[in-house]
């Protein structure tokens, strides 16, 4: 009972959320939320760029092609996280040789993932 009123993120009386809690996700939510908005500007500023490439010129067309690309980007990065979080909780991460191991053959796999989709 104690240690439930110590991690809990609810009063055990009412059963309403404490106040440090909601702070704590704040501070842990905020920053990535702030990194992701970064991200798509900057995202937009290399797009902006890059619509001025010959390639996208005579070839209209393939400007079509940047949401579906970026969307696979987006699932080959779930699936790597994936990966990663499953082996974190089994257990496979616990030694820093085997992690190393590990996060090197998933990065790896999901580059071979991302080239093989660039040629077709």
Known sequence: EDSAKMTGTVSQEKGV???GAFWSIVLQVFPTFILAGMGMVAA????HKVQEWTVFKEVNEIIIMVPALLGLKGNLEMTLAARLSTAANIGHMDRTKEAVSLILGNLVLVQCQGIVVGFL
Do not use: T
């Open 17 to 19: 959320p404490r106040r």
């Open 44 to 47: 937009g500023i290399v797009l």
